[in-house]
């Protein structure tokens, strides 16, 4: 007997066009929603800087400007500035105390120490030095 070898030949042929197009829409859907969150992100940033650094610093420099024009005039903080009027216990204990924490939040930022340090500086040299002491915070 004789044996046949007989081989045959398979090709199939696989449609790819919905997955492919599927794909390519769930890829698109997934960079529009990154590009959205990294957009609401950048606002969130941005707002927060605004609050937590540029109003301070620019309701510092008003104060400093103020005192500049007017160093014989009694320090006058106005809800406008953005501040929170800091009592002596409390910059003192926020001195004091940097790593203890009360439970009552963050405490005071360095801007608002800033701002009642200049203050009371220059409440000593209008209190000490009259006319000099304003001559003195004026050029300086």
């Known amino acids: 007997r004789k044996s046949v070898i007989t081989s045959y030949l398979v090709s199939a042929n696989y449609n790819y066009t919905y997955s492919t197009e599927n ?10 929603c990154l590009l959205v969150t990294i957009l609401v992100g950048l606002v969130v940033l941005r ?3 605004e609050s937590l650094v540029l109003r301070p610093l620019r309701s510092m420099l008003k104060i400093v400007a103020r005192y500049a024009k007017n160093p014989l005039a009694q320090a006058s903080l106005t809800s406008r ?3 929170s009027v800091v009592t002596e216990s409390e ?3 926020s001195f004091d105390d940097d790593d203890a924490s009360d439970g009552d939040g963050f405490g005071t930022y360095e801007t608002e120490q ?14 000490c030095w009259g006319v000099a002491g304003a001559d003195i915070i004026s050029t300086n």
């Open 81 to 83: 500035d953005n501040i």
């Open 114 to 127: 800033l701002i009642t340090a200049v203050s009371k500086i220059t409440d000593l040299l209008r209190k």
């Open 23 to 32: 794909s390519a829409l769930l890829s698109f859907l997934l960079q529009l």
């Open 47 to 49: 707002c927060d800087a």
């Open 91 to 93: 910059s003192e204990r």
